[in-house]
């Protein structure tokens, strides 16, 4: 599928919400799934201690996997009014490829817990294939959690692949997981505002907040992509402010610190009141606080006209960050980023 220009991508979207309406009418149009509070928590094995009984250390990584499309220039000029959005993938070998490549990364990295943003569940794009159980089997893990942000279907559609075949149906069950070594307890699929007529049609914002057991000490997780990020990170600073037990969020948060800021000249000033009010809390542990970010070292997202950090992990003030870096692959429009945490502290 292929969107050219901002607008036509807004369009589409609002041609989506249009057709809802229809739907009432019409049910055999449209098709809104209400799955999007629940969230999916499965354990593959039980009690294979692949991790380390003993270790207070935990190393996160959170990455935007864009749907397996790959690392092509997400910006492709400087005029974002003429931003193309290329979501055609050629072969379901082509996304098993990405996974692949993907799990192989986070062993390489020895990853004990993975954030997932941008993670298709059933999508007309992907060919309908599961990426969480998938990778998780292919990383060697033993939970996941999965949480769906946009459960949608649309039809008729009539899309053209590359071998020219056509489809009559537009779907996408996208959203955000987690993939542990560690036992997942439980997993809550949470909308960041009350739910519009929009949210009602496919889908919205939400952050997957899953319970984590590391050697017997409870830890909070949360998998999110945030839209501006101000109404966000408030309720980050309140879900952190209200847990009693270690409180990690991360991933694609489009927040910027003020020194960043001529890092992104297309992001709103929303983008910086987001981090200042995350910093104002007091409540957390930011590491990029502590660096320069105008560091190329530190960009999550790395293309021809952008370069920027999206992507974060941020854990709450009583948990320690030992190490903490964007890992070089190009497997995705951006990054991911690793975080080694220390959780001794709290115990």
Known sequence: MRFKGLGNTVAAFATAGFLGIAGMIAPTAIHAAFSNTKAEVVTIRENQNNYSEESTEVKIITY????????????????????????????????????????EMLIRENADIVLLQETDKDATWSYGIDFTPYLAEKAGMDYYAYGSKYDFVWWPYEHQRANGEWFDTLYFNIGNAVISRYPIISAENKAFKEQGFMGW??????????????????????????GNGLIESRVMIEEAGNSKIPFVFGGTLHILLPAARETCSWCSEEYVQAMQNLIDSDLFNIYMTTVNPLERQYFTSDTENLYW????????????????????????????????????ETQ
């Not at 049609?201 to 945030?226: C, M, P, Q, W």
């Open 64 to 103: 935007n996997i864009a749907h397996c499309r790959g690392p092509y220039d997400f910006y492709s000029n400087s005029d974002l009014s003429d931003l193309e959005m290329d979501l055609t993938i050629d072969s379901p070998k082509q996304v098993y490829k990405c996974l692949d490549d993907v799990a």
């Open 201 to 226: 049609i496919a889908g919205e914002e939400r952050y997957l907040d899953t319970l984590i057991d590391i050697n017997g000490e409870k830890a909070r997780f949360v998998s999110t992509h945030f």
């Open 309 to 344: 950090t999206a992507d974060y992990i941020i854990p709450t003030s009583n948990v320690r960050i030992k190490d903490y870096q964007v890992i070089d692959v190009e497997l995705s429009d951006h990054m991911p980023v690793a975080a080694t945490l220390v959780f001794e």
